[in-house]
């Protein structure tokens, strides 16, 4: 069984900054890409992914904005939000591949979405 936790969700004024976390817990053996995704009214978008290795790949609205990171020995991956806009308004889901000890090829798993509200 894993589980994905979120944390950081909230309201902010434009301009503000939130920092989102995700860490993943139980019968973890690794994990390859964690990420990011947001949902406002609509369709589900990618945010930003960062590899095992620590590349990053960001969606242009939050380039120069947004930065992902991981600690891997924490099996946790976070989102820092800066300049953030009211059109950032969307719940926030943790994405990951995990490899476990009943599926030995990574799989995704899903957090349970954190609110941000960017707002004044």
């Known amino acids: 069984q894993v589980q994905l936790v979120e944390s950081g969700g909230g309201l902010v004024q434009p301009g503000g900054s939130l920092r989102l976390s995700c860490a993943a817990s139980?019968?973890?053996?690794?994990?390859?890409?964690m990420g990011w995704y947001r949902q406002a009214p609509g369709q589900r978008e990618l945010v930003a992914v960062i590899?095992?290795?620590?590349?990053?790949n960001y969606a242009d609205s939050v380039k120069g904005r947004f930065t992902i990171s991981r600690d891997n020995a924490k099996n946790t991956v976070y989102l820092q939000m800066n300049s953030l806009k009211p059109e950032d308004t969307a719940v926030y889901y943790c994405?990951?591949?995990?490899?476990?000890?009943?599926?030995?090829?990574?799989?995704?798993?899903w957090g349970q979405g954190t609110q941000v509200t960017v707002s004044s």
């Open positions: 994405n990951a591949y995990i490899r476990t000890k009943v599926i030995s090829v990574p799989a995704p798993y």
């Open positions: 139980g019968s973890i053996f690794g994990i390859a890409t």
């Open positions: 590899g095992s290795g620590g590349s990053t």
